[in-house]
């Protein structure tokens, strides 16, 4: 079988309605995902990428850092969410009325038969500029509390309490993320779900506002944060564990003399392995959009020559401590 240069992605898609077996309604979306992180990984392999030895274009923590990385944020969520609005489409239109829409497949169907391929599109504005924003916060601003609390526990604490400090800081970020993603998700759900009431952000936002004013846009941001903290808390905790335990057992070298696109393989298996759970046809669009992000995000700070630290590693002054070193 035809592989790409990094001998992790099978060139042929072949085997994919295997997989699914009886999840077939999944396969336009699947064979979307599954090209797009074709093209992608072979564009990291086969694309020059600045060397492990190229100097970095900022300072660790510096605003230039943490606005870069909100930037790789706006591309990971913006792009991931948009691509999926017809499925998101039809997935809110089976809960508010699952009389009329009886399955995912079904939803397609009657969905095209009313309004058209393009109806599928609907609500496509208020995702890309919403998600864009949360991902603008949920990833810069994770960067932020990431070393705020770094710096406030201590090089050691930080060591001995890693995974409380991923969960701490991404709840954080996804605090105000949420925020900034409710306006536009408040917007979505209208123009998805209430046939006649709008069909484009410009109809939709100043009906909502004369309506109800600036309340029915942040109705919605207490259920936001309930489902949306504790799966960002386990996203962003379960990546940076695996991607510590992936260099640790898994990588036969260390990161510093990996090259750009094993580094990007690496952070897409781990942002796959991160949500590994549940029924395999989520697992499928789920755990591989949840891996394209970390992979954009990730190659956004390689494009842009950030600075990433190793993964962590026990200090001498608390090996000394344990006995560990002489």
């Known amino acids: 079988m035809q592989v790409c240069r990094c001998g992790l992605l099978p060139s042929s898609l072949a085997h994919l309605p295997i997989i699914l077996g009886d999840s077939f309604h999944y396969l336009p979306l699947c064979l979307l995902i599954f090209v797009l992180l074709h093209v992608t990984l072979h564009a990291a392999c086969l694309c020059p990428l600045p060397s492990t030895t190229e100097e970095v274009s900022c300072e660790f923590g510096s605003s230039k850092y943490y606005a870069l990385c909100g930037f790789g944020g706006i591309l990971s969520c913006g792009l991931t969410h948009t691509a999926v609005v017809p499925l998101?489409?039809?997935?809110?239109?089976?809960?508010?009325?699952?009389?009329?829409?009886?399955?995912?497949?079904?939803?397609?169907?009657?969905?095209?038969?009313?309004?058209?391929?393009?109806?599928l599109a609907k609500?496509?504005?208020?995702?890309?500029?919403?998600?864009?924003?949360?991902?603008?916060?949920?990833?810069?601003?994770?960067?932020?509390?990431?070393?705020?609390?770094?710096?406030?526990?201590?090089?050691?604490?930080?060591?001995?309490?890693?995974?409380?400090?991923?969960?701490?800081?991404?709840?954080?970020?996804?605090?105000?993320?949420?925020?900034?993603?409710?306006?536009m998700e408040a917007a979505k759900v209208r123009i998805q779900t209430q046939p006649g009431y709008a069909n484009t952000l410009r109809e939709c936002a100043p009906k909502m506002y004369a309506e109800e004013g600036l309340w029915a846009f942040y109705k919605g941001v207490a259920p936001l944060w309930m489902r949306q903290i504790p799966y960002t808390m386990m996203k962003f905790a379960c990546f940076e564990r695996t991607v510590e335990m992936l260099y640790k057992y898994v990588v036969?070298?260390?990161?510093?003399?990996?090259?750009?696109?094993?580094?990007?393989?690496?952070?897409?298996?781990?942002?796959?392995?991160?949500?590994?759970?549940?029924?395999?046809?989520?697992?499928?669009?789920?755990?591989?959009?949840?891996?394209?992000?970390?992979?954009?995000?990730?190659?956004?700070?390689?494009?842009?020559?950030?600075?990433?630290?190793?993964?962590?590693?026990?200090?001498?002054?608390?090996?000394?401590?344990?006995?560990?070193?002489?």
């Not at 239109?93 to 009329?100: A, G, T």
């Not at 549940?278 to 600075?307: E, N």
């Not at 001498?316 to 070193?325: A, D, F």
Request: with cysteine; charged share 20%.
């Open 252 to 326: 036969p070298k260390p990161r510093s003399e990996c090259s750009k696109p094993e580094q990007l393989v690496v952070t897409f298996v781990a942002g796959y392995i991160g949500v590994w759970k549940g029924l395999f046809a989520r697992i499928i669009m789920i755990g591989t959009l949840t891996a394209l992000q970390w992979f954009i995000y990730d190659s956004v700070k390689v494009y842009f020559r950030l600075p990433r630290p190793p993964p962590p590693e026990m200090p001498e002054s608390l090996k000394k401590k344990l006995g560990l070193t002489e």
């Open 88 to 119: 998101d489409l039809v997935k809110c239109r089976l809960q508010v009325n699952p009389d009329k829409y009886k399955s995912i497949g079904n939803g397609f169907a009657v969905t095209v038969r009313e309004d058209g391929v393009r109806g």
């Open 123 to 183: 609500g496509w504005a208020p995702t890309f500029i919403g998600y864009s924003m949360q991902g603008l916060c949920k990833f810069g601003f994770y960067e932020v509390f990431k070393i705020l609390y770094s710096d406030l526990l201590g090089e050691e604490n930080t060591y001995l309490w890693r995974t409380s400090l991923y969960l701490a800081a991404s709840a954080s970020a996804e605090f105000f993320a949420d925020i900034a993603l409710a306006p």
